[in-house]
């Protein structure tokens, strides 16, 4: 039976702590149903249920929508083949894999600090076997780096990706650094595609700040509008897309 690539479950001990906080609150509210004069049963069951919900959308995320999603990314960018690119926060390579298939005398490059608790299983050599799976070993590279502080020259690549690492760099600095360090190592003439729920509009900003033609626009089918909705609108998906200048500003 042919091996299936495995590209981790998202965010794991958010997802246990929903559900343990979830199973705590249950269970209070069977045990005390009236704690302080609140109706602790209702209360542990909708906010149990809540919880659930929000756990199970996480592990469909992780298990299905983003293989979906992946591919309305890369369409996002027009590709020759011979692309040089450079994929920041690669994980276990859903990105760097599907980018790869898109090319034909290209390479691409996986870069991360491949934190523990940010995907299972989270390791370079989960990424390379995720490439031998899907046949694209010989176009892959794998290396740890911070996304601000990047080991490469300037003008590397033609295109760079990112899903979901803006919201991880920790301070406004940090991100900042991160669109810099894109920006250096892009080519003239090259493309950033990325993909976050916050900090995406001041992302657009800078970047057009540094001489770049940039955009973004809400994504998300149906199931991203449910999950907007129950998140009270807080979780909003949106894809960045930026063409850096043939010629830089002074």
């Known amino acids: 039976m042919r091996r299936k690539p495995d590209y981790g479950l998202d965010s794991p001990l958010i997802i246990a702590g929903m559900l343990i906080v979830g199973g705590l609150l249950l269970a209070v509210g069977m045990i005390w149903p009236h704690l302080i004069h609140l109706p602790m049963r209702w209360i542990g069951v909708v906010v149990f249920a809540y919880l659930v919900q929000g756990a199970l959308s996480m592990v469909y995320y992780s298990k299905v929508g983003k293989r979906r999603m992946r591919e309305s990314f890369l369409n996002s960018i027009g590709w020759r083949g011979d692309e040089s690119v450079l994929d920041i926060g690669c994980g276990r390579g859903l990105l760097l894999v599907a980018a790869a ?5 290209g390479r691409a490059v996986g870069v991360d600090m491949f934190l ?3 995907i299972t299983g989270n390791h ?4 390379l076997e995720n490439a031998a799976i899907e046949g694209v070993r010989d176009r892959v590279d794998v290396q740890e780096a911070d996304a601000r502080k990047l080991p490469f020259p300037d003008s590397s690549f033609d295109t760079v990706v990112s899903n979901f690492v803006l919201h ?4 406004e600095e940090d991100r900042q650094k991160m669109i810099a360090e894109i920006a250096r190592v892009l080519k003239p003439g090259g493309h950033v595609a990325l993909r976050d729920f916050i900090f995406t509009d001041v992302c657009v900003d800078q970047l057009r700040r540094i001489g770049f033609v940039a955009d973004r626009e809400r994504i998300g089918g149906f199931g991203f509008w449910v999950g907007a909705i129950l998140n009270f609108g807080f979780f909003r998906l949106y894809h960045v897309t930026g063409t850096k200048p043939e010629l830089m500003p002074a």
Request: net charge neutral; no cysteine; aromatic share 0%.
């Open 101 to 105: 298939h898109r090319l034909t005398s």
């Open 116 to 118: 523990p608790n940010a």
């Open 124 to 127: 370079p050599n989960a990424a």
């Open 168 to 171: 991880e760099m920790p301070t």
